[in-house]
């Protein structure tokens, strides 16, 4: 009898185990997936180190061109690369370097190495005294911060690369929020970045629309604080804004064969909870595009669209965001990075609920 119930106890724990493996959130948490990228800028001779996921997996690059972690990532899991060993008189910067809620293999990991680097700074305010917040670049670099006032990263990031500020370590009873965190195609020091700090803090939340069944979408929230989500209706991120910060919220992992668009997804001066940022999904998709003039012979300009998807132009003429925005969505493009010397303003930048590609957006440098 004794033999007997251990052979049932056991065949009710398979039995559970096999129904839990089946409720999955949109993928299946056998699948792996790979994560690649391309290297460019680098020095002939030269070779630098990428990690994924701290030491969990490492590759050594020699040449530009693509690259590829011998190591998968589980579905549903989250890769983190950095640069472990750096070239010789290079740096090397990463964009595109980290995600939540894997789907689908990331083939857009870009590390751009250069000669020329341009330094990271700004300024902290609100923070308690005795008390210190630490700051990451790119998920590396950590700077400890132990009062108000200025602070520069102490590595410096390549020509052309991106820069992605965020708060790693919040101090006791506070919260910091980082403004200007984001930005791409640097062409010169970055000062403005913003650290506000209050122990009054707001949510940031709205609605999730068109997901299709069984897929899942990741958010994120001022570049970090990935969330997943499942099912449409309402959403609300679990880390806070300072009163007075600002908020970015950006599509971190596209659901399989949709895209998701943001729209209401900025704002700063933070003043009490917000519930307006709308994701909106679709199969459907349309380009948004236009006509870049003025622009200098040698000069560069980046643009970005509802906040994010940033593109990096070097000459006058037609372009086109390489993300899409989904059926109904909103688009909102504006100037992330003006070229040395010149100002490029947007016009006919803004539309929404579309339902065709958008080719009038109008960028003109002076």
Do not use: W
Not at 23 to 38: E, L, N, R
Not at 40 to 61: F, H, Q, R, T, Y
Not at 227 to 247: E, K, R, W
Request: proline residues 4%; contains cysteine; charged residues 5%.
């Amino acid at each position: 009898m004794r033999g007997s119930k251990r052979v049932i106890a056991e065949l009710v724990c398979l039995v559970a185990l096999s129904l839990l493996s089946g409720c999955g959130t949109g993928s299946d948490a056998t699948q792996q997936f790979s994560v690649s990228g391309s290297v460019s800028g680098l020095s002939a001779g030269e070779s630098l180190v990428l990690e994924n996921n701290g030491e969990v997996s490492s590759v050594i690059v020699s040449a530009n061109g693509p690259f590829s972690f011998p190591t998968l990532v589980a579905a549903n899991s989250s890769y983190h690369i950095t640069v472990d060993v750096q070239p010789a008189g290079q740096v090397c910067t990463i964009s595109d370097g980290s995600g939540a809620g894997v789907t689908a293999d990331v083939t857009n990991v870009a590390v751009a190495c250069a000669g020329i680097t341009f330094s990271i700074s700004g300024t902290v305010t609100g923070l308690a005294q005795g008390t210190s917040v630490v700051l990451t670049n790119n998920g590396s670099d950590p700077l400890t911060q132990l009062g108000n006032g200025p602070f520069t990263f102490s590595s410096p990031i390549a020509f052309g690369s991106s820069y992605a500020i965020a708060v790693s370590t919040q101090p006791a009873n506070e919260t910091c929020t980082v403004s200007n965190a984001m930005g791409a195609g640097v062409v010169s020091d970055v000062s403005n970045v913003s650290v506000v700090c209050s122990t009054e803090a707001f949510s940031i939340g709205g609605i999730v629309s068109g997901l299709d069944p069984g897929l899942q979408v990741t958010l994120d929230l001022n570049g970090s604080n990935p969330l997943t989500l499942v099912a449409n209706g309402a959403f609300a991120f679990s880390g806070m804004v300072a009163a007075q910060g600002s908020y970015v919220v950006t599509v971190g992992t596209e659901p399989t064969n949709q895209t998701c668009t943001v729209s209401g997804g900025s704002g700063s001066g933070v003043e009490a909870n917000v519930t307006g940022v709308v994701a909106t999904c679709s199969q459907d998709t349309y380009t948004i595009g236009g006509v870049l003039s003025g622009l200098a012979s040698g000069m560069q300009v980046t643009l970005e669209n509802n906040a994010a998807n940033p593109q990096t132009l070097a000459a006058n003429g037609p372009f086109t965001f390489v993300t899409p925005v989904a059926l109904l969505g909103s688009y909102a493009v504006t100037v992330a990075t003006q070229p040395v010397g010149q100002t490029c303003s947007v016009s006919g930048g803004l539309g929404s609920s579309i339902t065709a590609n958008v080719t009038t957006v109008s960028i003109n440098c002076q």
